[in-house]
């Protein structure tokens, strides 16, 4: 299937090399490829140049997002939550009609200097918009003509690609939007990552809890000693 | 042990019924004792009147909020979110000293019939404070002599009081506060009601994260097809 993957941060990577994996034919977006490609230092998260990281999987194919949505047949959002709806909105046409699965949390920081994130006690900085919307909703207001899902963000994105990794793979993964055939195609790709229990919760409203869960996710993080990153999943239990 | 469970709620019910089974000294505290026992209607939630919840659990102690936290070593607190810093506030030299145990959502709402709760997608009303500030903290501020613990709160509280109720009690109770002594105690009574894996998640800070996550608890029972009163729990896979 061709699969575009909006972003070259930490999350689009594990799903671009996962896709990869799968056989897929993946579409990488990035605001400009040759500044993306000229960059020799590790990004603001820690992560390696990502020249380096297409030389480690062969195969993957960077385009600016336009042509990366363009490309593929579903569409993965990583780009983070604070410029997500300006950057897919100057993609408007090229989404048109696909199924877009968004996984960013509006966290409000520009600067990692500024907004130390995560802080010592594991709350991140402040949601917007949070409680009455969210970041999920708002690209489904701008993009009316995609099938926006939300889901993946309850769980780090190299647990999203890899849920066999904990605890055999015996917890839950969270679904959520309007369309119920770009719900489906959501959940065909998680069992392809390996996942059993797919949840739908419903509408999109309820990504105003995926996203909010972010605050409990980064606390159970630290409580579990995890200083960045957590490893963990949460299995819904009835 | 002397424990009071401060409201009247059904979250109060559960708990105040749970310790009296349990062998504790219990006294429900409310507004005016008097009044509660005159109503003869069911409340807002649908929970049957106070009088006959009494005679149904023998034993109880009903007494004005200052009076039943002024008889316990270990106060729990069951007042609705929007009202439980003023309640508490009026109370806090009852409160000196002591632990208390915070498990209220702070929605924002006045009337059931003017915020409909829960609405059919599941989602609360707006939470306030929220993100920045939790009404945890809010009440640690506001009785700085006064060792707060959010707990209970990820669940609904007749399941709190009986997790075996959810898969054998395989499933993950959360405490955060600043003081260990009270996380401690908190730690006991759960303990005493069934619970197997408590996770500390740290300072009361992360009582955002437990408060902000009622918009995923209901997500998830209108995801599993439950109206009302999630019977579920989260664990925590690690």
Known sequence: MKIAVLGTGGGGRAHAAKLAELGHDVFVGT????????????????????????????GLTLLPFGAAAAAAELVINGIDGHNAVATLTASADQL????????????????????PWPTPWGV????????????????????PQTKVVKSFVTQEQSTVVDPQAIGGGDHTM???GEHADAKQ???????SYGWNDILDLGP????????????MHSAIGFGLGQKFGGH?????VR
């Open 204 to 215: 999109l409203v309820c990504a105003r809890g995926m996203e909010m869960y972010a605050h």
């Open 124 to 143: 991140m900085p402040k949601l917007d918009p949070c409680d009455t919307d969210s970041l999920g909703e708002q690209i489904q207001r701008a993009l």
């Open 96 to 115: 048109t009609r696909k199924t877009l699965i968004d996984y960013a949390v509006p966290f409000v920081y520009q600067h990692r200097s500024e907004h």
């Open 185 to 191: 195609q959501t959940v065909d790709l998680l069992k």
């Open 232 to 236: 963990f999943g949460i299995k819904v």
């Open 174 to 176: 969270f679904v959520a």
């Open 31 to 58: 605001r400009d490829p040759e500044a993306t490609l000229a960059r020799t230092e590790p990004d603001m998260m820690g992560n390696p140049p990502y020249k380096q990281f297409l030389a480690d999987h062969p």
